[in-house]
């Protein structure tokens, strides 16, 4: 069983910048796939990006170019660094853990239904 505890979120300006971080249990996280997905009220959750094992990164097109994933293996945790920040990011970001499939496609990585755990996900806020 794997926890996952998002945190860092909150109310932040348009153009502004935020951290959230995702805390994982388990003793091989250096082997999972991390990926990070927020859902706005009304809407399906959606793909923001994702970090391989090995620390290869692939985004969204909507985020490509502000947010960043980076992952700490040694504090089991992943980052999602999201700069110029729209009011369209405004959503709860949740972050997840692929245990079982280190090697798929990018493609299989942004379909929320092939991850094994969740998180309880982080509201941001941007205002306009």
């Known amino acids: 069983q794997v926890q996952l505890v998002e945190s860092g979120g909150g109310l932040v300006q348009a153009g502004g910048s935020l951290r959230l971080s995702c805390a994982a249990s388990?003793?091989?996280?250096?082997?999972?796939?991390m990926g990070w997905f927020r859902q706005a009220p009304g809407k399906e959750r959606e793909f923001v990006g994702m970090?391989?094992?090995?620390?290869?990164?692939y985004y969204s097109d909507s985020v490509k170019g502000r947010f960043t994933i980076s992952r700490n293996n040694a504090k089991n945790t992943v980052y999602l660094q999201m700069n110029s920040l729209k009011p369209e990011d405004t959503a709860v970001y949740y972050c997840?853990?692929?245990?079982?499939?280190?090697?798929?496609?990018?493609?299989?990585?942004?379909?929320?239904?092939?991850?094994?755990?969740w998180g309880q996900g982080t509201q941001v806020t941007v205002s306009s």
């Open positions: 970090c391989w094992s090995g620390g290869e990164v």
């Open positions: 997840a853990a692929e245990t079982r499939t280190p090697y798929g496609s990018s493609l299989y990585f942004s379909v929320p239904g092939n991850y094994d755990y």
């Open positions: 388990g003793r091989t996280f250096s082997t999972y796939t």
